[in-house]
């Protein structure tokens, strides 16, 4: 099943994606509201409103009010390496915040503070039931399914200290969707994450290169806080970034980048002069 937040005349509603439509999902403003319904895959398998053909469809923000967005860098062997650094004991964490979210198809501010605007594929952990101190071993019981993001970071600001935050939470700069695929429609252990910019392929990577891979974060992160349904959690970009080129690479006005895991879709986002 394949789950999105859309834009309608009457406001926003989460809604289900059948082939070349999506069935609104009524009495829900968006896929965050509805994971917060204990019975929401029966909810959502079993709805029956009105039918929006996939390429009318106004698709935005996926989960536009999470309680938790939690980052997770240095994720992936390769970009470890290519960063030059040692691959880390434990996840490395950051957060993010709701109004860093923007929605998948959004163009994004080449903002004039920072020119090494970059560009970070990820999948992305939606929680759909919560808990505190999930065992691994139940941890995927925990997870409503997955979706994408693009981790535009602002290198000069993330580097100017050891902290990233800096870097990594610029308003409406972190694209999210399009959709929530639940487990049975992505295999972790054999999908590739591939980033574009300007149609040439800058990231192509195994998603089964996670140092931490979905079970085991989900654990680590819930035994600091309690996770609840809607929150979402960045796993880590592959090797490929602008920053780690020689010379290094970066987003500029005009340009187009995209994410894309097969069974997810793609985000596609414009690049515009701040």
């Given amino acids: 099943m394949k789950l999105a937040t859309l834009t309608t005349p009457q406001g926003t509603s989460a809604a289900r994606l059948d082939g070349d439509h999506y069935r609104l999902i009524d009495g829900?403003?968006?896929?965050?509201?509805?994971?917060?319904?204990?019975?929401?895959?029966?909810?959502?398998?079993?709805?029956?409103?009105?039918?929006?053909?996939?390429?009318?469809?106004?698709?935005?923000?996926?989960?536009?009010?999470?309680?938790?967005?939690?980052?997770?860098?240095?994720?992936?062997?390769s970009h470890i390496l290519e960063m030059g650094r040692d691959l880390p004991g434990h996840p490395t964490l950051f957060a993010k915040f709701e109004r860093t979210l923007t929605a998948p198809y959004a163009d994004i501010e080449a903002v004039p503070e920072d020119p090494e605007l970059d560009w970070e594929g990820e999948l992305v952990i939606v929680i759909g039931t919560g808990g505190r101190r999930i065992a691994e071993s139940d941890a995927a019981a925990h997870i409503a399914g997955y979706t994408l993001a693009n981790?535009?970071?602002?290198?000069?600001?993330?580097?100017?200290?050891?902290?990233?935050?800096?870097?990594?939470?610029?308003?409406?700069?972190?694209?999210?969707?399009?959709?929530?695929?639940?487990?049975?429609?992505?295999?972790?252990?054999?999908?590739?994450?591939?980033?574009?910019?300007?149609?040439?392929?800058?990231?192509?990577?195994?998603?089964?290169?996670?140092?931490?891979?979905?079970?085991?974060?989900?654990?680590?992160?819930?035994?600091?806080?309690?996770?609840?349904?809607?929150?979402?959690?960045?796993?880590?970009?592959?090797?490929?970034?602008?920053?780690?080129?020689?010379?290094?690479?970066?987003l500029k006005a005009g340009d187009e980048v995209r994410v894309a895991v097969p069974g997810i879709g793609e985000l596609r986002n414009r690049i515009v002069a701040g």
């Fill in 28 to 77: 829900f403003a968006d896929v965050g509201a509805l994971l917060a319904d204990p019975g929401w895959e029966t909810v959502a398998a079993a709805a029956d409103g009105p039918a929006i053909p996939a390429a009318d469809a106004s698709v935005t923000t996926l989960v536009p009010h999470p309680g938790a967005i939690v980052c997770v860098g240095l994720n992936y062997r």
């Fill in 151 to 250: 981790d535009i970071s602002m290198r000069g600001w993330q580097m100017r200290t050891k902290e990233w935050l800096q870097g990594k939470a610029w308003e409406a700069s972190t694209p999210v969707g399009p959709v929530l695929a639940t487990a049975d429609e992505i295999d972790t252990a054999v999908a590739r994450l591939a980033t574009t910019v300007n149609d040439e392929t800058v990231q192509d990577h195994a998603i089964a290169d996670l140092v931490f891979d979905p079970a085991h974060l989900v654990s680590y992160i819930s035994t600091m806080m309690t996770l609840q349904p809607g929150d979402l959690i960045l796993t880590g970009t592959p090797g490929g970034v602008g920053r780690a080129r020689n010379p290094q690479v970066y």
